[in-house]
């Protein structure tokens, strides 16, 4: 039987999400720092809180904020607090979230672009446990568990100089990182079903009839850019589009924008022209839907002229799988093999070119 967990809403039995459950709980109860790396949707939220739940501050305050949505100076007042009279409009003395979470525990979301002063601050925190509200000058010392989390690889960010690195050290007592939805395959079904119950519930509905094989297939190799938030989004829609509790969803609806009316955004591509000596390689304003650029050899391209390397690379990969599908009579798992790709990958790029059936 396979070790399963379903508590606080976190579900999964994937082994890698079921050793990033393992880790939380050896985690939880010590007075350290954690960094929580994960794509975006990952779960990054409801394992910071479960760190909170599970350590000796669960019944203390439990602050979080994202850092991402502040400009600097409302950041810094934010997390510090600060003094009467310290800025136009600082009337009154402001606690900050370091002082009401006093006893308990402060989550830090989306840390990666946090100004070079904040980071300063939080370092002396971490260090000393002690900070200076905005215009003032006595210390306020405090006793906070910090957490915090980001999408960004840090250590590339502290190498080129965009985080410091000895905040990123005292950070990363332990790092979690979250698997993304694909390296989960085995909790998409799981999930699904999770969010589908919910959502029909939600409705109303006395039952919930589950999917079509149909509508498990395309759950299961569709690529989850926005990981379990995307999924949970595409569950409820699907429920709430087939809107019949008595029969199983068949209809999954992955990008909410399609539409034949969707307006068509205008791209960069070459024009088609046939090229005579010396002539410029025109790029013009062409409408999306138009026929693509035939792939041709990089050395009979003007480098001296300019060449939009992206269009370029764009049309060549969208051209070699075009022929490679073509070659291999439209069997995409044949069609990755020939191309030494993953199937997901080459569904990634064939979702990208707009190459799959239901984008036709
Ligand atoms: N393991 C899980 N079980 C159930 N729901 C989950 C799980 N992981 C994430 N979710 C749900 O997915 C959504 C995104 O999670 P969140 O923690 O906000 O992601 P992130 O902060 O990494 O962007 C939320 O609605 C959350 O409740
Ligand atoms: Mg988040």
Redesign the pocket.
């Known amino acids: 039987m396979s070790r399963s967990f379903q508590q606080d809403?976190?579900?999964?039995q994937s082994n890698s999400?079921l050793n990033v459950l393992d880790q939380v709980s050896q985690i939880a109860p010590l007075h350290k720092p954690v960094l929580i790396i994960?794509e975006?949707?990952?779960?990054?939220?409801?394992?910071a809180a479960r760190l909170h739940y599970l350590s000796q501050r669960w019944d203390q305050n439990y602050l979080t904020l994202n850092c991402a949505a502040l400009n600097e100076n409302l950041l810094e007042s934010e997390l510090f607090g600060h003094e009467a009279g310290a800025f136009t409009g600082a009337a009154k003395r402001h606690e900050g979230r370091f002082e009401r979470a006093n006893g308990g525990t402060l989550f830090l979301?989306e840390l990666a672009n946090t100004p070079a002063m904040v980071q300063e601050k939080l370092l002396r925190v971490i260090e000393y446990g002690e900070f200076e509200r905005v215009g003032g000058s006595r210390s306020v010392k405090v006793d906070v568990r910090l957490i915090c989390?980001t999408n960004e690889d840090l250590p590339s960010m502290a190498e080129q100089g965009e985080f410091r690195a000895d905040l990123l050290d005292r950070l990363a007592f332990d790092v979690i990182t979250?698997p993304p939805m694909r390296e989960r395959q085995e909790d998409i079904l799981v999930?699904a079903e999770?969010f589908a119950v919910n959502m029909a519930r939600e409705l109303g509905f006395e039952l919930f009839s589950g999917f079509s094989e149909k509508a498990k297939r395309i759950l299961l190799e569709h690529e989850w850019p926005g990981n379990?938030?995307e999924l949970?989004n595409v569950v409820e829609r699907s429920v709430y589009r087939t809107n019949n509790p008595y029969v199983p969803v068949h209809h999954i609806q992955l990008d909410p924008f399609e539409s034949p009316f969707r307006p068509r955004n205008r791209v960069r591509t070459l024009d088609r022209r046939p090229q005579t000596e010396n002539t410029v390689v025109a790029i013009k304003e062409q409408s999306s839907d138009n026929p693509p650029v035939v792939a041709k050899a990089a050395s009979s391209f003007d480098f001296n002229q300019v060449q939009d390397f992206k269009v370029l690379s764009e049309n060549f990969e969208m051209d070699l799988i075009k022929q490679a599908l073509a070659a291999n009579q439209f069997n995409q798992k044949k069609t990755a093999e020939a191309l030494n790709l993953t199937y997901h990958q080459l569904r990634g790029y064939m979702k990208k070119y707009k190459l799959l059936d239901s984008q036709q």
């Open positions: 809403n976190l579900i999964g999400f994960g975006r949707g990952t779960g990054k939220e409801l394992i979301d989390a979250l999930l999770h379990v938030r949970k």
